[in-house]
Structures are given as structure tokens and as C-alpha cells.
């Protein structure tokens, strides 16, 4: 197992629907963490690399409703 991480920064904060929706992801086989940071406007991934990848991880993260960006911290 290859463990990754993957941070996104979000423009508005997410509402109830998108947080329920992102707390679900925690189902998904691979997805090991999933990290808020509300001051840096930031989402944490933590994910085993040979299950997924980041594209599978921003399109997760579209389909929950949280519209965001790769961030570089």
C-alpha cells in the first residue's frame, strides 16, 4: 500500500448537503482520511495510491458538490 495525501482549497464554505455527501466518502474503498481545515479553506485526502488516484479523488469530490482546486500547501 502506497499512502498519499491530496490537498484542495474550496471557494465557498459547503453546506449541510456537501458535508454529508464528503463525510460519505469515508465509505469509499482506499479513502483512508479526510481532513478539514475551515481557516485555510482547505480539504485533506489521505488515499492508498494503488486504489486510486487524484482525478478519481477531484471527481469524488465534484460528485459530493464541493466545487474546489489542487492547492499547493
Do not use: F, H
Not at 12 to 35: D, F, H, I, K, T
Request: proline share 1%; net charge positive; charged share 30%.
Amino acid at each position: 500500500m502506497t499512502s498519499l495525501d491530496v490537498a484542495y482549497r474550496y471557494g465557498a464554505s459547503p453546506g449541510e448537503r456537501e458535508m454529508r455527501a464528503v463525510n460519505g466518502l469515508r465509505e469509499v474503498y482506499g479513502l483512508r482520511r479526510v481532513q478539514w481545515d475551515e481557516k485555510e479553506c482547505t480539504i485533506r485526502i489521505e488515499y492508498d495510491a494503488s486504489r486510486l488516484n487524484e482525478d478519481t479523488i477531484a471527481s469524488l469530490l465534484r460528485r459530493a458538490g464541493l466545487m474546489c482546486a489542487k492547492s499547493s500547501i
